[in-house]
């Protein structure tokens, strides 16, 4: 058998948006009204009001720990008027994973933000870090009792959106390929055209002098762990991709594992793997074994993520925040879930200190926009709200139960 350390914690992951439904108040929200071909979060999956049955699903499956969000358009819906009813709700939350032994790992941010804070020019305007600070003290006075908090989830992806919108804007609305500064140096400076593949590392740095402020107020009010948690690419070179990897993967990357130095941990999040190559981002092929969201199968991502940010981020304690994948199939959930697993073991056994395994998600959810990829360990009917977990959600109970793979599984 493959065994994990003693302590490892076994868990899912969820966020605000894409579970509670009717977060009426935040920036997406507005969003996907706007937005021609997105789908609606509306009710989402109403965990707002059933939180109880998912963690205890979590639970009684054998999991140990929970990841969630805390809704910051919920707790702050007007710029400076705190709602203790919301703040009361996530400590609810908090209360009832320690009831059931459950670890809560909590996100003071989940990609959204409150529609007020966005009028304000969002991350970009000028208040941006004293108004999130804002925000955190108050979130600090529910968490006792909470060990891990990630003050913000993927500011790398955040950044790729304000990278193209920015480029959008300049240009008219019309999309053409923009240049982004590669590293500091303007020599470097190159072209793209596919949206998304970019990250100005200037917003790397904006990013990450207000984690560092929020991790100071985390740090000075809770007994918590901070860190934040980084979208992983696992990007590869493609034969003459080499300079065009580094110059992609420090604006989207390595500017925030650098970030997480001097952290308590940093959240690993893999799903799959790309090549680079002197164009750019090597489009996938279509093939049977993609995922919903057309990316290819790639268990092996996750130690490669692993690998990765435990050498850039100068061996800050990793957390896996994320992994999974977006199928119909369970059967291929598992399949690759063993196989992110086993390349995981294989990062420890080669002594990179990792904490925990958190997959994504609990439940099938609102996936920025859309309805059909299934990333859920437990399916949702979206009239009724039942919970139908799927045999995963077991059989990752069990691992977790024996806190390791069986060699069959590893095989299969
Ligand atoms: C990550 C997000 C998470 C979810 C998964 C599939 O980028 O953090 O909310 O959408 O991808």
Redesign the pocket.
Known sequence: MTTFPDGFLWGA???G??IEGNNVNSDWWAREQMMPGMELSGDAVDSYHRYREDIQLLADAGLTSYRFSLEWSRIEPVRGHFSKAELAHYRRMIEFCLELGVTPVVTLQ??TTPQWFAALGGWDGPEAEALFCAYVEQACTILDGVEWVATM??PN?QAAIMTAMRHLAASGGEWTSPTVEADGDDEKKQTHSEFLTYADPEIGRLFTRIHHAARAIVRERTGAKVGW?I?AGALTAAPGGEEKLLQIRYGKEDVYWEGSRGDDFVGV?A?SSQQVDANGLVPHPPHSDNTL?GTAFRPDSLAMAVRHAWEVSEHTPILI??N?I?TADDAQRIRYTTGALEGLAGTIADGIDVRGYLH??LLD?F??GHWE?T?GLIAVDRDTFARTPKPSLAWLGEVAARNGLEATEVAA
Request: zero cysteines.
């Open positions: 992951a969820t966020a948006h894409q989940h990609f989830n993927e992806m948690t979208a999040q799903y969201v925040t994320e999974g977006a994504w998600s959810n996936e920025w990829p990333f």
